[in-house]
T-cell receptor
Framework: NAGVMQNPRHLVRRRGQEARLRCSPM?????VYWYRQLPEEGLKFMVY????????ESGMPKERFSAEFPKEGPSILRIQQVVRGDSAAYFC?????????????FGSGTQLSVL | DQQVKQNSPSLSVQEGRISILNCDYT??????FLWYKKYPAEGPTFLIS?????DKNEDGRFTVFLNKSAKHLSLHIVPSQPGDSAVYFC???????FGKGTKLSVKP
């Protein structure tokens, strides 16, 4: 009974490369959320997706960042042309519904380091 | 512009005593609050929550208090145990707006 699975755990990229972060939600969960944690900061909401739909992307930077949650397969957070400021821990969470106060179950995160 | 603030970055408590973690918020439209606990190199795990229609919710050693007029909530852990040492995040609905966290250290 796997929880939320994120891979890779650690990802190193050089400036200008692309980063792809994957998230497989808990079984039976169709709602996925992405958060970013900068050093010494809290988790900041980036995007909320349901299968094949972006519901809320109010926290996503306007450029270079995109997310998807296809009908089949994991959710992907894609960062194009990475810069040093993108270095952070990226957490994915999932839930079974989107009700008020719905508990989110988090993965262990992907630590992105941009050289 | 932080909507959820945890003004104490760290707290140290003796084992067996009470730990009180505080959280302030600015948006009176928030209607649900949650506390998450995070160990190093792991994702946050849900601890306890409270609806804005309540002022207290208790679960074992953990109690959350909500003061809507002051826009303040607090998490009480009693008695504190060394295994409680972690970073605690306060979060508010919707889409979970998180505070910066308070690192709790419980000393044996």
């Amino acid at each position: 009974n796997a929880g939320v699975m994120q891979n890779p755990r650690h990802l190193v990229r050089r400036r200008g490369q692309e980063a792809r972060l994957r998230c497989s939600p808990m079984k039976g969960h169709s709602h996925v959320y992405w958060y970013r944690q900068l050093p010494e900061e809290g988790l900041k909401f980036m995007v909320y997706l349901q299968k094949e739909n972006i519901i809320d992307e109010s926290g996503m930077p306007k450029e270079r960042f995109s997310a998807e949650f296809p009908k089949e397969g994991p959710s992907i957070l894609r960062i194009q042309q990475v810069v040093r400021g993108d270095s952070a821990a990226y957490f994915c969470a999932s839930s079974s519904t989107s009700g008020l106060g719905e508990k989110l179950f988090f993965g262990s995160g992907t630590q992105l380091s941009v050289l | 512009d932080q909507q959820v603030k945890q003004n104490s970055p760290s707290l140290s408590v003796q084992e067996g005593r009470i730990s009180i973690l505080n959280c302030d918020y600015t948006n009176s439209m928030f209607d649900y609050f949650l506390w998450y606990k995070k160990y190093p190199a792991e994702g946050p795990t849900f601890l306890i929550s409270i609806s804005s229609i309540k002022d207290k919710n208790e679960d074992g050693r953990f109690t959350v208090f909500l003061n809507k007029s002051a826009k303040h909530l607090s998490l009480h852990i009693v008695p504190s145990q060394p295994g409680d040492s972690a970073v605690y995040f306060c979060a508010a609905s919707r889409n979970l707006i998180f505070g910066k966290g308070t690192k709790l250290s419980v000393k044996p």
